[in-house]
């Protein structure tokens, strides 16, 4: 796993192939090597767990007062998994297989997703930088922009 972008310094960096110290944050955006390859990681610093949460192209993200809600549709992704073509050596597809991808899928509500299940990341607002979904509505945005996984 490797950091892209660490959102509580501000700006995504400009080369995401920095990382801007992930020790001193509290949620980073990573990337690995298996599908889906984008991913959100809180840091816990009360408790001995950490909190990841897998990007997929059907999930939502709406920003609610002080609360970033992640909106996944478990269903959906179950069944989207489970209609994928094997690969000939019955390894798993590449990460940013076209596979993956969910045709039209800006026309697909939340309703026709099916069940969804929601998380809801906790913001505090400070008036000397962006505010957490300001700045992870830009990471989450620029991947689903530049990636191939969702396109």
């Known amino acids: 796993m490797r950091v892209l972008c660490s959102c509580l310094n501000g700006e995504p960096p400009v ?17 690995r090597a298996s599908y889906p390859p ?3 990681y809180v840091l816990n610093r009360v408790g ?19 609360y970033l809600i992640v909106k996944s549709f478990p269903d959906f992704l179950a069944r989207r998994l ?14 940013f297989s076209d596979v993956y991808t969910i045709p039209n899928i800006d026309q697909i ?7 969804s ?10 008036s000397s930088r962006e505010s957490m979904d300001e ?4 990471c989450v945005l620029f991947l689903l922009a530049s990636s191939t996984f969702c396109s």
């Open 135 to 138: 700045v992870l509505k830009k």
């Open 48 to 66: 001995a767990e950490d909190y990841i949460q897998g990007i997929y192209p059907e999930d939502e993200f709406v920003t609610s007062g002080q």
């Open 38 to 40: 984008y991913g959100l």
């Open 117 to 126: 299940t929601v998380v809801g990341l906790w913001t505090l607002a400070s």
């Open 15 to 31: 080369d995401w192939n920095q990382c801007l110290g992930p020790f001193l944050n509290l949620c980073l955006v990573f990337i």
């Open 82 to 95: 489970a209609n994928l073509p094997s690969t000939a050596n019955g390894e798993p597809h590449d990460r």
């Open 109 to 115: 509500d939340s309703k026709m997703k099916g069940r």
